[in-house]
Nanobody, 123 residues
Framework: QVQLVESGGGLVQAGGSLRLSCAAS????????MGWFRQAPGKEREFVAA????????YYADSVKGRFTISRDNAKNTVYLQMNTLKPEDTAVYYC????????????????WGQGTQVTVSS
């Protein structure tokens, strides 16, 4: 089993940047595909980005491509989401998740979830 804890959220002005982190427990972090999702008020949880076990291959939603970068450090059991040029529509609770298949963008394809971290982008 994997436990995930996100951090790094906060309030930022439009055009600014944030870096989210997700720390995983356990010694088998490198065996999981990792993803980031987000959920805005009144909306369904949506896919943001995913990264393969090796960290070499990455996959992004069209809405964040070119602005967000997912990365992982298997030695530190941590996955990151660097978010640049933030927009008010990026406001949401951001969740990291661990899964087995890559690339996958559906919520049901991920087995473990963190508690989420709030990102608010002001205009």
């Amino acid at each position: 089993q994997v436990q995930l804890v996100e951090s790094g959220g906060g309030l930022v002005q439009a055009g600014g940047s944030l870096r989210l982190s997700c720390a995983a427990s356990g010694r088998i972090f490198s065996s999981y595909v990792m993803g980031w999702f987000r959920q805005a008020p009144g909306k369904e949880r949506e896919f943001v980005a995913a990264i393969a076990r090796s960290g070499i291959t990455r996959y992004y939603a069209d809405s964040v491509k070119g602005r967000f970068t997912i990365s992982r450090d298997n030695a530190k059991n941590t996955v990151y989401l660097q978010m640049n040029t933030l927009k008010p529509e990026d406001t949401a609770v951001y969740y990291c998740a661990a899964g087995r298949e890559f690339p996958r963008r559906a919520v049901i394809d991920y087995d473990y979830w963190g508690q989420g971290t709030q990102v608010t982008v002001s205009s």
